[in-house]
């Protein structure tokens, strides 16, 4: 009995550290995910005013 109350401490602890490592994984996921749509946005915004500025040339061209 002496030896299961040993080991029973050793095993929540790697049941916590199992735990905490998925939840950083997880968190990990979401701020990747975060900074790729933030990426995407940016991307949309600089080609939209990349265009803008073209269109403003050719304008000025004619």
């Known amino acids: 009995m002496e030896r299961y109350l040993y080991i029973s401490p050793a095993i929540i602890a790697l049941f916590i550290f199992i735990y905490m490592r998925n939840r950083q994984a997880k968190r990990n996921d979401k701020m990747?995910?975060?900074?790729?749509?933030?990426?995407?946005?940016?991307?949309q915004i600089l080609s939209s005013q990349k265009d803008?500025?073209?269109?403003?040339?050719?304008d000025n061209r004619l």
């Open 52 to 58: 803008k500025t073209e269109n403003k040339e050719d």
């Open 32 to 43: 990747r995910e975060r900074l790729h749509k933030r990426q995407e946005e940016l991307m």
